[in-house]
């Protein structure tokens, strides 16, 4: 039995769960678009500019830890993907990127569309092959897959034109059998001396990011027994429910003042899988036992006091049997005090009545309306301080754009998100700004009737930039945005629209959106001039 290279390559996805591929078809990838078409079990989702397919295919990765797949034609379609696979290479996400290239007889020779893609992959990419052979794409592609989902990182196969439909006896290999269990566990030795010096704390605290997704209830449970607070990195929010009372909110530039103030206070703490983000602000002046699976994350920025290499779900279960069991009374007493006096200063800002809507206002309505399973994708600016600050999760999902922080992707990840999970609510939390740059795969929501709902914040600024400017001493310059109706736009496109300018509709506007199941975007006309941070600061 003999398969073209391109039904090998798209087997073999199809084997491993994957579900959509998300990119363009034209000329130097239509024997991969044709592979995607007479396959039963796998489709292409044909989206309106690669950068939004490759966020959508990073976007896929970060929600469901399975590899996203995005695809595109030699040249332009290939630089068009480069944000999309550098939000996936910075942010650690499993991202497969297939791009077609002109026949192996013409590379190098300067041909139509004819770029040297291997060099524009290279930076970007942690397996970066052209395929030259169709004997040998089996193997290939094998080693892209497992290399992003081992190494969590973007993997590029380029595939000749003339390659595409050649045929090859050697046919899909399955990746069972060729793939690592990424379960670590750190001696006892270690374990013991990390519980020696938890149980030595008088005020131990934790800090837990997203490498502890897997280990909620032993998180919550650890926790509970040696009395510390818990408080989350920004990419983690929700990870804990923000109503619990072992809970702290957010650390960092974005977080909750009640969390800064018990992690600051600590005299030891306990950082369960994060990367150390600038933006969290973790102390460095006190001792601090570090856990990540990846051992070149442990001590990343400075110098520990203890590194555990070790999977956060297979290392809190050794550190919880060893360390004392304490009263956790005064630690829930200081965590209610603390986020009793943050939350009452934040009230009178999300039950803010002014016009212009103040931005906080569109989160205090959100958090009454939004299921506690809903996915809600945030993009950068002024929008995603907002949100750290000023919603409560209840552990609704966050998407986010973290390491590369790029423009566009709030949308990106809630239409990706209505793929990956039609049965959760999608929500994209966006500027206008953001929101411009990928609007136009609005109709692919529609197209394919994703019932994904658009919060839109309409000043007509860049504000973000408008503030930063402010914080560097110049002037406003360069800012301004000419914006359509985006309610109208979202009708024209077979959506719906809404267009709010009045606090007091925002909680039933956002409602029907949410209960409509279709498409809409709501257009809500907010305050430029509120900042999420009265100064600068530094944590």
Same mark, same amino acid.
Request: charged share 20%.
């Given at each position: +039995? ?9 087997? !073999? ?30 489709? &292409?989702?044909?989206?309106?500019? @690669?950068?939004?397919?490759? &966020? +959508? ?32 290479? +910075? ?16 590379? /190098? ?69 060729? +793939? ?7 001696? /006892? ?117 203890? /590194? ?55 989160? /205090? ?73 990928? !609007? ?14 658009? &919060? ?48 007091? @509709? ?34």
């Amino acid at each position: +039995m003999e398969k073209t290279t391109s039904e090998v390559i798209i087997d !073999m996805l199809a084997d491993i769960g994957v579900k959509h591929v998300f990119g363009i078809p034209g000329h130097t990838c239509l024997g991969v678009v044709e592979a995607l078409r007479v396959h039963p079990d796998i489709d &292409l989702v044909t989206v309106r500019h @690669e950068e939004t397919a490759a &966020l +959508m295919a990073s976007a896929h990765a970060k929600l469901t830890d399975q590899l996203g797949v995005c695809l595109t034609i030699a040249g332009p379609g290939a630089t068009n993907l480069m944000t999309g696979l550098y939000d996936a290479k +910075m942010d650690r996400a499993p991202v497969l990127a297939i791009t077609g290239q002109v026949a192996l007889q013409f590379i /190098g020779r300067d041909v139509l569309q004819e770029i040297d893609q291997h060099s524009l992959f290279e930076s970007v990419s942690l397996f970066n092959k052209v395929i030259t052979t169709s004997g040998e794409t089996a193997e290939i592609t094998l080693l892209a897959i497992k290399n992003s989902l081992v190494h969590r990182g973007v993997s590029h196969l380029g595939v000749p034109l003339n390659l595409q439909k050649e045929k090859t006896s050697k046919l899909a290999k399955p990746l069972k059998g060729r +793939m690592p269990a990424p379960r670590i566990r750190p001696p /006892g030795d270690l374990c013991r001396q990390a519980a020696k010096m938890i149980d030595e704390a008088k005020r131990p605290a934790i800090i837990a990011g997203w490498g502890a997704r897997f280990a909620k209830d032993q998180l919550v449970a650890f926790a509970e027994k040696i009395g510390a607070p818990i408080a989350t990195t920004f990419k983690a929010k929700g990870l804990v429910s923000e109503f619990h009372p072992q809970s702290t909110g957010v650390l960092g530039t974005v977080g909750w003042d009640s969390a800064r103030e018990l992690v600051y206070g600590a005299d030891t703490v306990i950082v369960l899988g994060s990367s150390f983000s600038s933006q969290t602000g973790i102390p460095k002046n006190r001792p601090l036992i570090q856990v990540d699976y990846d051992p070149l994350v442990i001590g990343k920025r400075y110098p520990v006091g203890l /590194g555990l290499w070790g999977s956060v779900q297979d290392t809190l279960p050794e550190l919880s049997k060893r360390v004392k069991k304490r009263d956790n009374k005064p630690t829930r007493d200081k965590i209610k005090a603390a986020k009793t006096k943050y939350l009452k200063k934040i009230d009178r800002i999300t039950s803010s009545d002014g016009v212009p809507i103040h931005p906080a206002r569109v989160l /205090g309505a959100l958090q009454k309306l939004l299921p506690k399973d809903a996915i809600v994708s945030i993009d950068v600016g002024d929008n995603s301080w907002w949100f750290g600050k000023y919603f409560q999760s209840v552990g609704q999902r966050l998407l986010l754009s973290g390491y590369l922080a790029t423009m566009g992707f709030g949308f990106a990840g809630a239409l990706a998100a209505a793929f990956a999970e039609p049965e959760r609510k999608a929500v994209a939390l966006t500027g206008d700004g953001a929101f411009a740059q990928v !609007m136009a795969d609005f109709t692919t929501a529609v197209k394919h009737d994703k019932p994904l709902v658009v &919060l839109v914040y309409n000043n007509s600024e860049l504000s973000m930039i408008i503030h930063e400017q402010k914080l560097e001493g110049y002037p406003k310059y360069a800012t301004s945005l000419l914006n359509p109706n985006f309610a109208e736009f979202a009708v024209s496109c077979g959506g719906l629209g809404y267009t709010v300018r009045q606090p007091d @509709e925002l909680e039933s506007v956002i409602q029907e959106a949410l209960d409509s199941g279709k498409p809409a975007v709501v257009d809500i006309h907010t305050d430029p001039k509120e900042f999420w941070m009265d100064r600068p600061h530094q944590l």
